[in-house]
């Protein structure tokens, strides 16, 4: 295992694996995306109480739980990038930020349609709308940080302190409807093996939230691969891979 | 009327605006992310292209 | 930009930052602490006089009587009951038994006069016909 992370520490070890990697993201992306969608808008039963409107949680609740876990991956990789000098590791973090604030965005916004006719106001400062507001904040400041230094060592590490920094944020994201008396709904998971939703209306978001990880992966994996050649502009191989193409 | 009932004749009825307008928002931001993606790899490409061109002559 | 100036937005844009995260999360923490009082929080007196506040609570079943955009429906959390009025439009979630929280002010006749009427929705998620059939077998109990 350390032997293989040792490898792939080396760019162009990770420039190849990405570039054979991402069809192996793109296609189950696709597959899952259309049978999530086809399953979510069409076949799925309306909802008792909110009829058709609960279909937006099809887009809403994966991308709220894409804004989590990337931001948990790029916090990750940043902090090995800091401490054991793995720059692959900072690649990671840097190309993750855009596409975390992207899945924030879409889950701030759907969120807000669906709470215009349902709880009939389009914002409320409740804890959770509140806690990943904050998310998205710091993904914007995670990215102008990065942007900041023309040097990519001082860059990675000021915005990977940043990143983990901001890691409090996540529990609080996630147990806010626990603690606090929010306008938000529980968690379907709240009891992880009885969740409160019909079978029938969750296998199609259980496929949604794993076609937005392999759109995470797909995206990741596009940008980090490009990103490798900018850094590593000045070594032979990545001229032969410019060159050769 | 109100843009909610002007597009209800469209599948999902009183929640059509709502609906489309979400799953529209969602579309464009992740194509966006694609565009954005292949922009990147274009210019990345060309760019070092002819760096290396230029240290060749 | 020179090397001093981009020190310079970076440290605003931290500043920045992090008084934008800290203003809301004490807002957040101010308002949804006590996100809303309860009935039996109104009538003991709990609730800030003279000033608006939320109250939170469920639509008392067979208490809601409408005139157009006028709404009078009673709260209850099953302890005590307050009469609120409410001029405009309601959310699509409000019904008999469902929880809402409504933003208003008390009347000298204890009537909760509502600016804001939102409706709380819980995490069950089902098609009509299964709600239907729980419905059922609940009231043959």
Redesign the interface.
Known sequence: MWKWIQKLASPKVFYETTNKLIPWFFWPFIVLIIIGLYWGLVLAPADYQQGESFRIIYIHVPSAWMSMFVYFIMAMAGGIGLIWQIKMAEVVAKVSAPIGATFTLIALSTGAIWGKPMWGTWWVWDARLTSELILLFLYLAYISLNNAFDNPKTAAKASSILAIVGLVNLPIIHYSVKWWNTLHQGSIFNDISNPSMHPDMLWPLLIMVFAFQFLYGVLALVNARDEVLVREQNSRWVRTVVMGE | MTLAETLSFLPYGKYALYIWLSYGITFILIVGLFVRASINYKKIRSQLKNKYSREND | MT?RQ??M??VA??VF?VS??GY??I??FN??????FTPTDVLEGKAPKGKSFRI?GLVQPGSIIRDDLLVFFTLTDNKKTIEIHFEG??????REGQGI?ATGSLSDENVFLAT?????????????????ALQNSSTKE
Not at chain 3, 31 to 36: A, I
Not at chain 3, 89 to 94: A, H, K, M, N, T
């Open positions: 090397k981009n020190r937005t970076l844009l931290l930052g934008l995260a809301f999360g807002k957040a308002e949804n602490l006590l996100y809303f939170g439009i309601l959310p699509d979630l409000f929280v804001e009427v939102l409706a709380k929705h819980d995490e069950n998620y089902m098609p009509p016909e299964v709600a239907e």
